[in-house]
Each structure stands twice: as structure tokens, then as C-alpha cells.
């Protein structure tokens, strides 16, 4: 009797060693994507992670950041950049699965200042004088060099003739949130970023929005990841859903596709 009750527990822990591996193993994925993502996606990986129990961990940063990240190895499994160059770089270096690439959503960008600066009303075109403006503050921005929303910046003030003037005001951040919180915490007299972030800094007012066809069209591509797990498929899918285009529209984000459910 003795012996056969060992023998029984031993058949329970091997069982058990060879089914718990599997419940401990939970499904996730890794997302990179750009800064100004961060409180829609926050939401919609909350609610596909509900639908589905596939668990999402997101990290945010300039898309450039993330572009280079993911060549140099990094483990992600979806890329949302903010622009149509740096999905460009990282599908030039073979990390990007381009089958699985999509234009997904569409912004604006809008001069901020601070909540309470005496500012207000900019109107926005040719020959606008955005040095004169900030006086003897700086305006705030991604590096135009890098972030895209320093990109489009700097674009649209080359084109509205007020760039020259106004470059030595400008303090680069290396995203889009960081140009945001320079001036949210009055660091910064006047910042340029999309229309999206300034609506989620109750920090900030917008003054002026910059007219479309002062800069490239801003767009926002999203694709899985050559390495990428079987489930950023679902993931993928369920962005292009109206359940997420209706959160996306919610914070001010165009969608550029057709829903697909």
C-alpha cells in the first residue's frame, strides 16, 4: 500500500512537471512605438489583451530610437513609427516583415505653449514670424534631425519662410513627449509637436496649427517585425479593427485604412 501511494505521487509530480511549463508559459508580445502613441495604445493593448489574454508590453521612444533599437537585435515583435523613413530604414535592414506593413494612421502638428502664457490665436502662414514670437523663450521640438516631429517641423517652418530666424530658439528634444514636458513645465515659451500629444497635457494650449501642406504628409506605418511571435498577427489585425479606430479617432488620430471588422 505503502509503496503504491509513492508510486502514485511520483505519477502526479511528473505529470505536473510536464503540464505546468506550459499553463506558466503566457502568450505576450512586444510593441515599439513611437512617443506620441502612448495613451491611445495604452488603451487599445489593454482591451486586446482582454479579448484575447495575449499580454503586451509596449515600449515608447522616438522612432528613430526604436528603428535602431530593433537593428541592433532588440526583441520586438510590432514597429509603429511615425513616420514613413524610419519603417523605410528598418525595412531597408531586413527587420521589418513587408508583407505585414500598413499605413495606419494619419496627425497634425500645432504650435503649444503653456496653459497659462499670454499667447493665444497664431495664425499660422506664410511669413509668420515664430522667433518674434517666443522673445526671449525657446521653442521646443524633436531634433529635427531625428524624431519626426522635428522632421515635420522643421519642414513646415522652411517652407512658411520663418525656420532662419528661429533656429537658434529651438531646444531639440529626443522625442515628442520630452518637447512636450519642456513646455507643459514652462521651460520652453512655445513648442511644435502633433495635435495628438497636446490634447493629452492639460499643461499646454494649442495656439496655432500648422497648415497640411506646409510639410510631408504625416503618417504613421505599423508592421510586424521579421522575428516576430506568431500572435502579432492577431495584433495587427486587431489595430486595424473598428474597435481600435474608434479609440485611436477618440485621441484625435486619423485613420487612413478601411476597418476590417
Known amino acids: 500500500m505503502y509503496r503504491l501511494a509513492r508510486t502514485l505521487t511520483a505519477l502526479v509530480i511528473l505529470c505536473g512537471a510536464a503540464v505546468s511549463p506550459a499553463l506558466a508559459e503566457d502568450k505576450s508580445i512586444t510593441v515599439f512605438a513611437a512617443a506620441s502613441m502612448k495613451n491611445a495604445l495604452d488603451d487599445i493593448d489593454a482591451a486586446f489583451t482582454a479579448k484575447t489574454g ?37 525595412t531597408a535592414r531586413k527587420n521589418i516583415n513587408e508583407p505585414t506593413r500598413v499605413n495606419l ?94 490634447k493629452v497635457e492639460p499643461g499646454v494650449k494649442i495656439v496655432g496649427t500648422f497648415p497640411a501642406d506646409s510639410h510631408p504628409p504625416i503618417i504613421y506605418p505599423v508592421a510586424a517585425t521579421t522575428t516576430a511571435k506568431p500572435e ?16 485611436l479617432e477618440k485621441y484625435g488620430f486619423t485613420f487612413l485604412m478601411r476597418p476590417t471588422s
Open 105 to 198: 494612421l494619419g496627425n497634425s502638428i500645432v504650435l503649444i505653449a503653456p496653459k497659462d502664457s499670454k499667447i493665444d490665436n497664431v495664425t499660422i502662414g506664410q511669413g509668420f514670424d515664430l522667433a518674434k514670437l517666443a522673445g526671449d523663450g525657446k521653442i521646443a521640438t524633436g531634433d529635427v534631425k531625428a524624431v519626426p516631429v522635428g522632421k515635420y517641423a522643421k519642414a513646415a517652418l522652411e517652407k512658411l519662410g520663418a525656420w532662419q530666424a528661429a533656429e537658434p530658439k529651438f531646444a531639440m528634444a529626443d522625442s515628442v513627449r520630452a518637447a512636450l514636458t519642456l513646455v507643459a513645465r514652462g521651460e520652453a515659451a512655445l513648442g511644435i509637436v502633433y495635435s495628438t500629444d497636446a
Open 54 to 90: 495575449v499580454k503586451v508590453a509596449a515600449s515608447y521612444a522616438a522612432s528613430s530610437t526604436l528603428a535602431k533599437q530593433i537593428e541592433q537585435g532588440a526583441p520586438a515583435d510590432i514597429f509603429l513609427s511615425a513616420d514613413t523613413d524610419w519603417m523605410d530604414y528598418a
Open 232 to 247: 502579432a498577427a492577431e495584433y495587427l489585425a486587431f489595430l486595424r479593427s473598428s474597435s481600435a479606430k474608434t479609440v
